[in-house]
Nanobody, 123 residues
Framework: VQLVESGGGLVEAGDSLRLSCTAS???????MGWFRQAPGKEREFVVA??????????YYADFVQGRFTISADNAKNTVYLQMNSLKPEDTAVYYC????????????????WGQGTQVTVSS
């Protein structure tokens, strides 16, 4: 599975961005997620997501605090991350992830990674 992210950029604090991740394979019934890595820091979990015929599941990191929303367009094999009320501390490279092992909450070990898209939030 190849993942291609887009939508990053430079914005001001309080602005919004929508990241996209298009997969070469299906997004339906597959765990998808986003991670981020700020300069000098380890990569951290942002959100995990899975939608099936019966349910849609998502789990967000605590720092999201209701500001981010993940969604999917299965017909386009694309997952979106809508980020609102952005803060300077959200500045990072954001990576799309797919497949792998998802146990619960923020315990997610993806099989596939995108190349990352830079998000920079100025104060």
């Amino acid at each position: 599975v190849q993942l291609v992210e887009s939508g990053g950029g430079l914005v001001e604090a309080g602005d919004s961005l929508r990241l996209s991740c298009t997969a070469s394979g299906r997004t339906f019934n597959r765990v998808m997620g986003w991670f981020r890595q700020a300069p000098g820091k380890e990569r951290e979990f942002v959100v995990a997501f899975k939608n099936t015929a019966d349910t849609t599941y998502s789990y967000y990191a605590d720092f999201v605090q209701g500001r981010f929303t993940i969604s999917a367009d299965n017909a386009k094999n694309t997952v979106y991350l809508q980020m609102n009320s952005l803060k300077p501390e959200d500045t990072a490279v954001y990576y799309c992830a797919a497949g792998g092992i998802y146990r619960s909450s923020d315990t997610y070990y993806p099989d596939y990674w995108g190349q990352g898209t830079q998000v920079t939030v100025s104060s």
